[in-house]
């Protein structure tokens, strides 16, 4: 590493008209080309017995006015290197005489000569391309607070904010000396348009939706094909057909037992199915309501509110209730329930043998106006004397009905084991009613019909096969309850609702 010259090489004068900068020491050898501040050797300075110049640790003093110099150290006052401000004075203006001589632009305007105000900046190269050298030709620097002022007095911008904008704008592309070979697609400046979220039906997509549906649905097929060949094999099997010949599905029912179905048995039938519909309906909507539309207050409690929805599904289950306890007297006041009330513990086997019979397709011969099979029996008698009884006593232990206060009732029924038994029942009456159309509608529609909704029917199984009345009143029960589904919204329930209590719309 090369050592400091004794004497720094000189350049450019600090002032206008002054001498090269840093001035000539007499008797030192001329400056050498390069200057190493780290290869510096204390006590070889300028003179030959001083520091090294410029000093390894100098730096800009804030409070005197220093300045770093061409090598990094700290040049000194070029006032008192002039020994006055006259001298300096004197030295400005001759060399803005030489400059005026020579035809070139000075350097400061002749005005801020000596002015303590402002002091001359030396423009450069522009900052952006093709404009003019920087600063401007009037630029001047306050030395009081350093701040660059430009043609009009106005604040020149950061430097290095208009070097980066300039380096921001792109180029301009140079023109193609070949053809061009290469073109953008269609997808380059085609929008893309923005995901949108699925439409879901509760958890999952429509889609989902039918795949699930599609994936279970094989599931059960596969299921039923393996129990009927089971069933089949089961039956075709000896003990399988002496089973079957001594418990063909019923057996016989108390003399005195009723034949047929009478008229008020048909009514109540259509009301529980459509009631049901209803309870079914709003209970599952009950469920899974968020935000209901409307509320409702009895006038004695305007602090207890309820949903609308709630409300109308208490108000189906008072109605059904009702037409069940009906249904119960009349049973037992007519005879009527010896047709769904066991009287023999033969009707286990035999609901077993008529259950092998319907899985196996070989389905029993049934005449339901005179008795029903022992499965059909055995159906019917829990869906009335198990789960609707069930349905009742867990719905009042959720409803408002129930007193909050009585604390030893409570704790003998929790509210906890009414959730746990209501919903799982409203379940049981759904899968109910599938296999109880269904079995209907496949094991002699017209004739079941007859028996269900036209009180119609006769001995022989075979007679009255042909008569459509029990199909015509099925057919106007089902516009019933059709029109009942649609009518059954806020706006036509809350003028109803409001007979019985206050109505808030949301």
Known sequence: MASTPRNPRRGLPRVPGGEPWPPAVSGAPEAEDHISVEGAAPGKGAQGDGEPWPSATARADSENGGRFGRVGGIDPDPVAVCGSADAAAAQSAAGLADFASSGREPLVDPDAVGSPAASAVRRGLPRVPGGEPWPHATARVDSESGVRFGRSGEIDPNPVAVSESA?????????????????????????RP?????????????LQWLGSTVVLGVFALALAGIAVLLARFVLALEPGRDFLAAFPGEYPLPEGAPVGLPVWLNWSHFLNSFFLLFIIRTGWQVRREKRPSAF??????????????????????????????????????TGQWMRIVPTSWEVFPNALSAALQYVSLDWPTENGWVNYNSLQQLSYFAITFVAAPLAILSGVRLSGVWPKDAARLNRLYPVEWARKVHFPTMLFFVA????????VLATGALRNLNH????????????FTSDPTGLLIFAASLLVMAAGWVAARPRVLAPIARLFGDVKMR
């Open 194 to 206: 923005a995901k949108t979220e699925p439409q879901r039906i509760g958890p999952y997509t429509p």
């Open 452 to 463: 269900m909704y036209a009180a119609r029917g006769a001995v022989d199984p075979d007679a």
């Open 167 to 191: 380096a921001a704008s792109p180029a301009p592309r140079p023109p193609l000396t070949v053809p061009r070979t290469v073109w953008p697609g269609v997808a380059a400046s085609a929008p």
């Open 432 to 439: 109910f009613i599938v296999v109880h159309v269904g079995l």
């Open 296 to 333: 409702w207050s009895p006038r004695k409690n305007k602090k207890r509110r309820i949903s609308l929805t709630l409300w109308f599904h208490q108000a189906v289950d008072i109605l059904w209730i009702a037409n069940g306890v009906v249904f119960v007297v009349l049973l037992f006041a």
